[in-house]
């Protein structure tokens, strides 16, 4: 069974910055393709907000961009999201995805983490 689990999520002040974290855990992944960070604010839709692939190329949406950095650990099988300036309109729940390629069947999944919550107060 896979778990993607997230960390670093919290209330910040506008300005500051938050170091979010998603490992995917299971003993039965065979390749992680791209991962990424979405987030869904109250009453919107949830929205890409940063993609890594696998060889590093990077994607974010144009409200982050210059703000967001998104990296991975290959080794580790965790992806993060350093978010520096925030605004309060970041407030959300950010959610890891996971591109992962199991042993059990190696046909290639999404996978999403349970989501952590940033608030950022202006």
């Known amino acids: 069974q896979v778990q993607l689990v997230e960390s670093g999520g919290g209330l910040v002040q506008a300005g500051g910055s938050l170091n979010l974290s998603c490992a995917a855990a299971?003993?039965?992944?065979?390749?992680?393709?791209?991962m990424g960070w979405y987030r869904q604010a109250p009453g919107k839709q949830r929205e890409l907000v940063a993609r890594?692939?696998?060889?590093?190329?990077?994607d974010y949406a144009d409200s982050v961009k210059d703000r967001f950095t998104i990296s991975r650990d290959n080794a580790k099988k965790t992806v993060y999201l350093q978010m520096n300036s925030l605004k309060p309109e970041d407030t959300a729940v950010y959610y890891c995805?996971?591109?992962?390629?199991?042993?059990?069947?190696?046909?290639?999944?999404?996978?999403w983490g349970q989501g952590t919550q940033v608030t950022v107060s202006s």
């Open positions: 299971s003993g039965s992944i065979f390749r992680t393709n791209a």
């Open positions: 890594i692939t696998s060889d590093g190329s990077t």
């Open positions: 995805n996971a591109n992962l390629v199991l042993y059990s069947d190696y046909s290639s999944k999404d996978y």
